[in-house]
């Protein structure tokens, strides 16, 4: 029996691997469980053998599958092998969100902004000459955030810069990685982190509040107004976005990306 349809699209090796990622994501297979082998799967998905090799390459650099001597594909136990970049597709797996993932990225998201808020503050306490010109900057996206009238897009893009800004004073390289795969999250599910801008939670006032305390070299102060946004921002989500979604699949940028049905097919070249 087949699990897997037909691919319509010209950008086989990406479909290929979308529909695989998913359908493990999913539970379709488990950890240790064996893939169909690349024949088989070539013909379900109406492919040749090249597209299916190339696809689970791509799933093995990932950290998602392990090909085996002898050709054999298994499902990786993933949330050991695999890093950072698997996490937007964890999160959204076919366009639905996963809310316990979720749910843990705004936890580990309020976890290192709280360290990050006070690390800064004690930076701009002992160096605030060499912190002046990214408190600066911070200002800038304050007002991007204030800017009556301003788009969802424009909302996220400053929110981020800000966050980022604030990972800079740090000089924490490591943290400066984590927060960049983050982003890559926010902005490859574009519709998911809408409720943090929601009008009813959000607020440029903590933001300002937070670089007044890094002004005064005030760690204290910068935590507190930092605990402050986060909780609205988990409350948003949880009242919001949950609400928003239960019925509907969320648009990502991979949505380019699909499997095929039935229907007329376009073939990528003759099956080995």
């Known amino acids: 029996m087949s699990v897997f349809q037909p691919i319509k699209k010209t950008k086989a ?26 024949r ?22 990932l950290g998602l599958v392990r090909v085996r001597h002898g050709g054999a594909t298994e499902v990786s136990d993933f949330l050991v092998t695999a890093g950072l970049q698997l996490l937007p597709f964890l999160i959204a797996p076919g366009g639905r969100p996963n809310w316990k993932v979720v749910d ?29 010109s990214e408190l600066k900057r911070l200002d800038g996206a304050i007002e991007r955030l204030a800017q009556p009238g301003q788009t969802m897009e424009g909302l996220k893009l400053a929110d981020f810069d800000f966050f980022e800004g ?33 009008s009813a939670y959000f607020s440029a006032d903590s933001p300002k ?8 070299g005030d760690a204290e102060s910068a935590q507190r107004w930092m605990r402050q946004y986060v909780a609205r921002a988990k409350e948003a989500m949880t009242r919001t976005s949950h609400r928003a979604f239960t019925d509907r699949r969320i648009r990502t940028t991979d949505d380019r990306v699909q499997t095929g049905t039935n229907s007329k097919k376009e073939k990528d070249g003759n099956r080995s």
């Open 13 to 38: 090796v990406e479909q290929v691997a979308e529909a695989i990622r998913t359908f493990i994501l999913e539970g379709g297979l488990v950890p240790g469980q064996k893939l169909p082998s690349e």
């Open 40 to 61: 088989d799967l070539a013909v379900q998905f109406e492919v040749n053998r090249g597209t299916v090799r190339e696809a689970i390459g791509r799933l093995e650099a």
């Open 104 to 132: 843990d990225l705004l936890d580990m998201r309020a976890m290192l902004l709280d360290w990050t808020a006070k690390q800064a503050a004690i930076r701009c306490a002992e160096q605030p000459d060499a912190v002046a």
């Open 166 to 198: 604030l990972v800079r004073i740090t000089e924490n390289r490591v943290l400066s990685l984590v927060i960049s795969a983050i982003r890559r999250v926010y902005f490859q599910i574009p519709d998911l982190f809408d409720a943090l801008y929601d």
């Open 209 to 216: 509040r937070i670089v007044e305390a890094l002004r005064q």
